[in-house]
Structure formats: C-alpha cells, structure tokens
C-alpha cells in the first residue's frame, strides 16, 4: 500500500509492522510499532533495565536527561523535552498496553496509520538525538 509506504519510513519499523499491516492485523502493527519504539529507546540510551513509560520517563527527563532532543538552554527547548518526554511514555500506556492487555483488540486501518506515523516521527527524533 502507498500511503503505508509513504508513512513508514524507518527500516527497523518497516520490517516490524508491514507484513502485519498489509495483511489487515491493524492492532498488531500497531502494538508491534509500540513495542519497536521501546526497543529503539532502550537501546541506543543503554537502558535495558527499563521499560515502557518508566523508561521513556527517565531517557528524556528534564532534571538529566540520557538523550537530549535539543539543546535544552531555553524555555521552548525545555517545553519540547518534557512534551516529548510525554508522548513517549503516553505511547506505551496509552497505545501499547491496551493492545497488549486487552483480546480482540481491533483497529481500522486509518487509525494504524496514523499511530504508525506516530510511531515513526517518535522514532526518528529519538535516534537524531541519539546522534548528538
């Protein structure tokens, strides 16, 4: 599919989600996308004792962040971190662990992409600051 294409565009993600999407296991895609971001998070900050939104807490805290997205020097910086910070931990409670708790569990393909594309963005910041 071209819009799925179009979308996701990291590698790792691509080859995590796109058998499961394509054959219309939306949810999985989509748990299998979560569970991706973690993965990436945890590796490249080091963090293998970790995970989900404790992990994402911790990796871009604002008090010592272990991957910095910014320069962290002004007010906007600081806001970016922490609302990012957010959003990585809101992804693990509030995407994955739905799917991962709860059976049957459906998505529409609309919502799959766009939660893949969330996961890509997510993905793509963390390792552009893992890069710095």
């Known amino acids: 599919?071209?819009?799925?294409?179009?979308i996701v565009v990291d590698d790792e993600l691509r080859q995590t989600t796109r058998r499961l999407f394509l054959d219309g296991h939306y949810a999985q895609a989509v748990e299998e996308a979560c569970k991706c971001v973690?993965?990436?998070?945890k590796n490249l900050a080091n963090q293998g004792h970790?995970?989900?939104a404790k992990l994402m807490r911790h990796v871009f805290s604002l008090k010592d962040p272990v991957l910095k997205l910014n320069g962290l020097r002004t007010r906007s910086e600081k806001d970016q971190q922490q609302g990012y910070m957010d959003m990585f931990a809101g992804i693990m409670t509030g995407v994955r662990n739905p799917r991962a708790h709860e059976h049957a569990y459906l998505d529409d393909?609309?919502?799959?992409l766009e939660l893949l594309?969330?996961?890509?963005?997510?993905?793509r910041l963390v390792r552009t600051a893992a890069a710095n």
């Open 1 to 6: 599919m071209a819009v799925y294409e179009s």
């Open 50 to 52: 970790l995970d989900g």
């Open 38 to 41: 973690n993965n990436v998070v």
């Open 117 to 123: 594309g969330l996961a890509n963005h997510l993905i």
């Open 109 to 112: 393909p609309a919502t799959a």
